[in-house]
């Protein structure tokens, strides 16, 4: 290992629970022979952000720099990276470390996140027991295998959201095998939903967007959607129950719907969710078996799909709905986020 050209970084950490970051610095790890140093110059703000911060989720390790959708130039890289050079744009998304052996179980059927040795980007720790810190700051070093080369066709400001929410909605459709023809729903339409309607459009599947806000039908249908459903006109939900082969749970649904949920899908739907639902869900075996229907769910993306979201964004002209943010205004965008009022995901800009 060897030192960077940065010998201390920079950023804005959570110093104990609450909406707040002020700013704040660390000796990163030195750089390891398989490791890059990357100059960030855009970090995208998500919910999973907000939840550690704030320690609504157990166990963040204070002082936290957060932020994992990182967008930035490489500015040194270790001795055995050889698909990297100095200069290179590339995304980080929401993990930094994986084994990625064939002999690991996760690792070998592209579900990294699920690698024992698995290190996230922030509020996580490596196994020499330093601590990973995030995007919120002007630099960050991490496994090579973990930075994405940004395909030139891609607006960076815009790259950051496909980092982790176009990911993290993108990789069930590709294990599920979304397809042509296949009729799924989108329920929530926000950071996560307004690009799962996009991927599944472009996959070629009849998108059904679900929301409780009648005034995003125009946007939904210009995204992808070939059928909007304001969930608040019963009518409309009527009209699709027993419909959808996929349904794509984006929002933080109460858990006592998804019996609901269920009566929207055909025999052998399944439920996927990509937020956590609020509450137990408390079904009885019973409606399993009668809807034939399945609930699962999706972490984030390993490396392979995260490549080929990247890959798939630039062919298909996918991009988030952003808001923009210079990074010494972080709290002032956290608080929009967390009002709800984003549209649709805020990225921060470096203004060093």
């Known amino acids: 290992?060897?030192?960077?050209?940065?010998n201390e970084i920079h950023g804005w950490a959570a110093m104990k629970p609450g909406l707040k970051v002020e700013p704040w610095s660390y000796k990163p790890r030195p750089l390891g022979e398989h490791d890059v140093e990357i100059k960030i110059e855009y970090s995208g703000i998500c919910g999973s952000d907000l939840h550690t911060i704030k320690e609504e989720w157990s166990g963040t390790m204070y002082p936290a720099i957060v932020g994992h959708e990182i967008v930035g130039k490489v500015i040194t890289k270790g001795e055995k990276v050889t698909h990297l050079k100095e200069g290179d744009l590339v995304g980080v998304g929401a993990q930094v470390y994986g084994c990625l052996e064939s002999s690991c179980k996760a690792c070998s059927r592209d579900l990294d996140p699920h690698c024992p040795d698995s290190v996230f980007t922030y509020n996580s720790k490596y196994a020499d027991g330093a601590q990973a810190h995030g995007g919120y700051a002007d630099a960050v070093r991490v496994d090579a295998s973990y930075a994405f080369k940004i395909p030139e066709t891609i607006d960076p400001v815009y790259a950051p959201p496909l980092m982790c929410a176009g990911a993290t909605v993108f990789a069930p459709m590709l294990r599920k095998g979304v397809k042509k023809g296949d009729r799924v729903g989108v329920i929530g339409i926000g950071g996560l939903?307004?690009?799962?309607?996009?991927?599944a459009s472009a996959l070629g599947a009849e998108v059904v967007a679900f929301s409780h806000s009648p005034n995003k039908r125009d946007q939904c249908i210009e995204l992808g959607a070939t059928t909007f459903v304001n969930t608040a006109n019963q009518e409309e939900?009527?009209?699709?129950?027993?419909t959808l082969q996929y349904l794509f749970v984006t929002s933080n649904s109460n858990a006592s719907e998804y019996k609901k949920l269920i009566s929207w899908m055909h025999f052998e739907g399944q439920i996927i969710l990509l937020a956590l639902p609020e509450g137990d869900m408390n079904m009885s075996p019973v409606e399993f078996v009668i809807s034939e229907v399945a609930i699962t769910g999706s972490l984030i993306a390993g490396v392979n799909v995260l490549k080929k979201t990247l890959e798939f964004s630039a062919k298909h002209n996918i991009l988030p709905i952003i808001e923009k943010f210079p990074m010494s205004r972080v709290n002032e965008a956290l608080e929009r986020v967390d009002?709800?009022?984003?549209?649709?995901?805020?990225v921060l800009i470096n203004d060093e």
């Open 237 to 242: 939900v009527d009209a699709i129950r027993g």
């Open 339 to 346: 009002s709800g009022k984003a549209r649709y995901r805020v």
């Open 1 to 6: 290992m060897v030192e960077g050209k940065i």
């Open 193 to 199: 939903g307004h690009l799962a309607i996009q991927y």
